[in-house]
């Protein structure tokens, strides 16, 4: 590695509308995975290859990414942000500028990227040898280079398309397709490698995307635009399905940058501290994850690969299977969850969908744990509750 400063960027100014209702209140990149922001993953990849100064654009919840990783010292990196946004009647008012707008902000402000730099979404959990993939970018003479994968046919509409010649130059890239439209099964990773002439082909002061307004562009003009083909791992949490799967590849230990947090107290459970549970008289099978302070009563049942955070009450009879709950809170007695993603006051089901249990009036079946008002439900709550383990699981599918 060379001693000089290498420079990157992460995206972390988009409002997540597909991770929701999770980015609501967290935004994308600061989404947990087994308690450590997905951010946090990238730092760390970036540190590992030498890149050392690292900026980051925020707009959407900025303070949220500001406040938890600061200036990059306790991550081995220098961070510096750039807000996107205004402030209207005292409030921060999210407005971002598109990927390659925040780009331009960056070097109009000053001239920061001065040689080849790195650009990542900041919404997937990678394990990429960057220093091989920044070795072939320069190897071909690119101005910019995407590192991409193959998927499935059937999943292509969610990413961008990329279709190359046989030296790897990329000759069109469709913006998220139909499937039927789509001309390859070769996607847009959001792993990027630039030279600072991009610059050049990016307007001042507009919104601005690298993927539908840049990539095309540069495509029509016959640039040095390359693919660099990779295979890694990478496990996108850009919906909620795709997070919903990435808790379970970790749970299985099919990630090799994240190891499952807190003691192994039994084989394939993992527990923070102070869990307080009687595992005799608790049906579990891993892997399970469960946050410290949480409490799980007897006769609760945990079928991994599963996800309880911190500070949670699981009641009696409940069944959590498949299924990831976050920090503070209650599922109440005989409440079933199956695959399903429990967030503040609304249950998820894996493909998405769904319901505000506080609207729905349902809020103590499951419900904040740190509130006192609470009191124990009736018979016919009790016999409703039920009758809603299978409902609760249908409603939200």
């Known amino acids: 590695m060379s001693e000089t400063p290498m420079k990157a960027m992460i995206l972390a100014a988009g409002k997540g509308t597909r991770v929701q209702p999770i980015t609501h209140v967290i935004p994308k990149p600061m989404i947990p995975i087994l308690q450590k922001p997905v951010m946090e993953f990238l730092l760390e990849l970036l540190k590992e290859h030498g890149f050392n100064e690292v900026m980051v654009n925020v707009s959407h919840l900025a303070e949220e990414i500001e406040n938890y990783f600061r200036d990059g010292q306790r991550f081995g990196v220098e961070i510096a942000y750039s807000f996107e946004g205004r402030i209207e009647d005292g409030e921060l008012i999210g407005s971002a500028l598109g990927s390659a707008g925040g780009l331009k902000k960056i070097q109009d402000f000053q001239n920061f990227f001065d040689d080849t730099f790195v650009v990542l979404c900041g919404d997937a959990l990678i394990d990429l040898d960057l220093t091989e993939a920044v070795r072939r970018h320069r190897e071909k003479g690119a101005l910019a280079s ?109 990630v090799r940058q994240v190891g499952i947090p807190g003691k192994e107290i039994q084989p394939g459970v993992y527990t923070g501290l102070n869990v307080a549970a009687n595992w005799d008289k608790i049906n579990v099978s891993g892997p399970v994850y469960v946050g410290g302070m949480t409490k799980i009563e007897d ?70 744990a740190r509130r006192q008002d609470l009191v124990e439900p009736s018979p016919q709550q009790k016999a409703m509750a039920e009758l809603l383990g299978t409902e609760l699981t249908q409603a939200a599918s």
């Not at 193959?150 to 130059?169: F, I, L, M, N």
């Not at 660099?228 to 997070?243: A, L, Q, R, S, T």
């Not at 409940?318 to 993603?341: C, H, M, P, T, W």
């Not at 609304?346 to 499951?366: M, N, P, R, S, T």
Request: charged share 25%; glycine share 10%.
């Open 299 to 368: 006769g609760a049942t945990i079928v991994g690969p599963a996800m309880i955070g911190p500070s949670c009450h699981i009641c009696e009879g409940a069944v959590i299977d498949n299924s990831i709950i976050f920090d503070y809170s209650r599922i109440g007695a005989g409440v079933q969850l199956v695959e399903k993603l429990v967030f503040g006051r609304y249950c998820v089901g894996k493909d998405g969908d769904h319901f505000d249990l506080q609207e729905a009036a349902l809020d103590w079946l499951i419900t904040d």
């Open 146 to 254: 995407l590192v991409t994968k193959r998927v499935p046919k059937e999943q292509v509409s969610s990413y961008g398309v990329v279709v190359t010649d046989a030296e790897d130059r990329i000759s069109h890239f469709q913006e998220k397709p139909k499937v039927e439209e789509a001309l390859s099964d070769t996607i847009n990773t959001g792993i990027y490698i630039f030279e600072p002439g991009i610059f050049d082909h990016i307007p001042s002061g507009v919104s601005f995307d690298i993927g539908s307004d840049l990539f095309p562009k540069l495509a029509e003009l016959g640039a040095p635009f390359y693919a660099i083909p990779m295979d890694f791992e990478w496990v996108d949490i850009g919906k909620v399905p795709d997070y919903w799967q990435a808790i379970r590849s970790v749970l299985l230990g099919d």
